[in-house]
């Protein structure tokens, strides 16, 4: 095991899953797995230790996914507040998905699938976060202008009964002069 690891909380709707889901996770050596029975058990350790990916399930007994996720991007006390997230379900509802938003769950996979798909959504997810927290205070759902965008530049003179907008430059001229074939 690297000393980069990355540590994969995971608290699923029933052991036999969780377990299932630890093994393929835990087949990448760049990933430790820690699995949990209990959101209280999941609490504890992250008071004392770092999580870099929690997978969490709607669907298992207890407080919902979302309000969980709540509960630990507001506890000030936990080490890794600010924890991606891939939740499991098996059907999502629009006020699901409102929950989810709000929660701050970054991902929502449909059950049954494969858990390979989940390795390869959590190693996508952790590709594209280097730190834990690396967004500063971020708490959900706000996403936008995370990323500058460039403002659009005016399209050449055309038309009004045009309606094709040229995307790129007309190859017929030559793009440097002195090199017409």
């Known amino acids: 095991?690297?000393?980069s690891a990355k540590v994969v909380a995971i608290i699923?709707?029933?052991p036999a899953l969780s377990s299932l889901l630890a093994m393929v996770v835990a087949g990448d050596s760049h990933l430790k797995v820690r699995q949990f029975d209990s959101e209280i058990d999941l609490i504890a350790y992250m008071r004392i230790a770092p999580v870099d990916m929690l997978v969490c399930d709607f669907?298992?007994?207890g407080r919902p996914a979302y309000e969980m996720v709540e509960g630990i991007r507001l506890n000030g006390s936990l080490i890794s507040q600010d924890v991606p997230v891939?939740?499991?379900t098996r059907t999502i509802t629009p006020p699901m998905r409102h929950q989810a938003i709000s929660a701050g769950i970054d991902e929502v996979i449909i059950k049954p699938m494969s858990p390979r798909h989940l390795l390869q959504r959590i190693?996508?997810?952790l590709r594209g976060r280097t730190v834990v927290g690396a967004?500063?205070?971020?708490?959900?759902?706000?996403?936008r202008n995370r990323i500058a965008m460039p403002t659009p530049q005016p399209v050449?003179?055309?038309?009004?009964?045009?309606?094709v907008i040229p995307l790129f430059p007309d190859r017929r001229k030559p793009s440097h002069p002195g090199l017409e074939g």
């Open 1 to 3: 095991m690297s000393a």
């Open 59 to 61: 669907d298992r007994e």
């Open 86 to 88: 891939i939740a499991l």
């Open 12 to 14: 699923a709707a029933n």
């Open 135 to 143: 967004f500063g205070s971020y708490r959900g759902p706000e996403r």
């Open 123 to 125: 190693q996508a997810r």
């Open 156 to 163: 050449q003179a055309r038309r009004n009964t045009d309606n």
